[in-house]
């Protein structure tokens, strides 16, 4: 018999190795998502341009009526803007929001001053199934010397069910003359 006995392991320890085991089977799983929605793959040359993505995003938006202060639009829901659970993507509904928000401030905020976006909130209510038909009404609801803010509100056409609501405040800065 050796003079040493073996220490048993403590408590501790076999917590600390629970909870990295854990970290790293949370790690994997995050890379998996990663590797399932695209991750790593390049974006191909022809899609690599300037104002790229503002021209795909806007061949999805059907402008109905634009005046002081407001703007109504339809948006159809189709499958590049779509997630992986086949309804619109959270992140095109806040580019939407951003689009239609500027676009919305633009027809009171006069052109020699700038907008920057301050802020953005969007309340997700429900989702948009693919292949319908968003109704998109932008407002202005305040409008001052230095700050606007505007409210968008997207329904669902068929149903006018309420899916999503967002508050966009812009700053309105006096363009720099150099």
């Known amino acids: 018999m050796s003079g040493t006995a073996a220490k048993p392991s403590s408590n501790a320890e076999t917590e ?4 990295e ?17 695209g991750h790593g793959i390049p974006i191909p040359e022809e899609y690599n341009t300037n104002g790229f993505f503002s021209n795909f995003l806007r061949s999805f ?3 109905h009526h634009i005046q ?20 619109l993507h959270g992140g095109a ?7 239609l928000a500027t676009a919305c401030a633009r027809t009171v905020v006069a052109e020699d001053k700038e907008l920057f976006l301050g802020e953005i909130s969007i309340s997700y209510l429900s ?9 998109a009404n932008a ?18 056409k068929k149903t006018g069910n309420l899916l999503y609501i967002s508050h966009a405040t ?5 363009v720099a003359r150099l």
Request: hydrophobic residues 45%; glycine residues 8%; proline residues 4%.
């Open 68 to 87: 002081r202060g407001q703007i109504s639009c339809t948006i159809l829901a189709k499958l590049p803007i779509a997630n992986g659970f086949g309804t």
């Open 16 to 19: 600390k190795s629970s909870k």
């Open 61 to 63: 938006i059907n402008v």
């Open 127 to 135: 989702g948009t199934p693919l292949n319908e038909e968003v109704l």
């Open 170 to 174: 812009f700053y309105n800065m006096p």
């Open 93 to 99: 509904v806040g580019s939407f929001v951003e689009v």
């Open 21 to 37: 085991a854990e970290v790293e089977n949370a790690s994997e799983e995050a890379l998996l998502f990663l590797k399932v929605v």
């Open 139 to 156: 407002s202005v609801v305040k409008r001052g010397r230095n700050l606007t803010v505007v409210t968008v509100e997207f329904k669902l």
